[in-house]
């Protein structure tokens, strides 16, 4: 039974490129959660989809970053016009409906040049 | 809005003994859930125990307890036994009842747990 998969699991990229982060809910979950660890801090909500639709995105910043999540294929977490404040560990967790514990993948370490 | 704290940026212990983390939350609402996650060096998430609020009952896994006061509005994570592997980052975050918009998790800001051999 496969966890929550995030894919690369690392990720250099220099000032003003674009990152496209993935995640791949375990089976069975159709809620995904994106989370944003900074250096040295505790995890901050970012956005919460189900499939197709963006519930919740209060915690994104208002430029720059996008979140959807397909009827097929992975959630995808994109940044555009990377800067060097966006260099963080990015977690998604996913979520059974009308579950409420939340399980993480390994995260993705950003590093921005 | 929820906050959640965690006073103890780091903490240390023998191996074999027990360690008691705190947490303290803030919130309105009179249902809820608390959690705590585990953050070893191989940064994964790992959740390691969860309470209901509208359950008395502390919620127990293996060497892992709590002991959860609804009224002062603490949630502490007893270790007994500890093990080298329990050396990690832990984090408590709380979560409003499900509903339709904002199942998000609020997380405080973590205690640094190092186990001595």
């Known amino acids: 039974n496969a966890g929550v998969m995030q894919n690369p699991r690392h990720l250099v990229r220099r000032r003003g490129q674009e990152a496209r982060l993935r995640c791949s809910p375990m089976?069975?979950?159709?809620?995904v959660y994106w989370y944003r660890q900074l250096p040295e801090e505790g995890l901050k909500f970012m956005v919460y989809?189900?499939?197709?639709?963006?519930?919740?995105e209060s915690g994104m910043p208002k430029e720059r970053f996008s979140a959807e999540f397909p009827k097929e294929g992975p959630s995808i977490l994109r940044i555009q016009q990377v800067v060097r404040g966006d260099s963080a560990a990015y977690f998604c967790?996913?979520?059974?409906?009308?579950?409420?514990?939340?399980?993480f993948g390994p995260g993705t370490r950003l590093l921005v040049l | 809005a929820q906050t959640v704290t965690q006073s103890q940026p780091e903490m240390s212990v023998q191996e074999a003994e027990t360690v008691t983390l705190s947490c303290t939350y803030d919130?309105?609402?009179?249902?809820?859930?608390l959690f705590w996650y585990k953050q070893p060096p191989s940064r994964q998430m790992i959740l390691v125990i969860r309470q209901e609020a509208y359950k008395q009952q502390n919620a127990t896994e293996n060497r892992f307890s709590v002991n959860f006061q609804k009224a002062a509005k603490s949630f502490s994570l007893k270790i007994s036994d500890s093990q080298l592997g329990d050396t990690a980052m832990y984090f408590c975050a709380f979560m409003k009842p499900l509903q339709e918009y904002g199942n998000k998790l609020v997380f405080g800001a973590g205690t640094i747990l190092r186990v001595k051999s």
């Open positions: 919130t309105s609402e009179s249902n809820y859930y």
């Open positions: 967790a996913s979520s059974r409906p009308e579950r409420e514990t939340q399980y």
């Open positions: 089976k069975g979950h159709s809620h």
């Open positions: 989809l189900q499939k197709e639709n963006i519930i919740d």
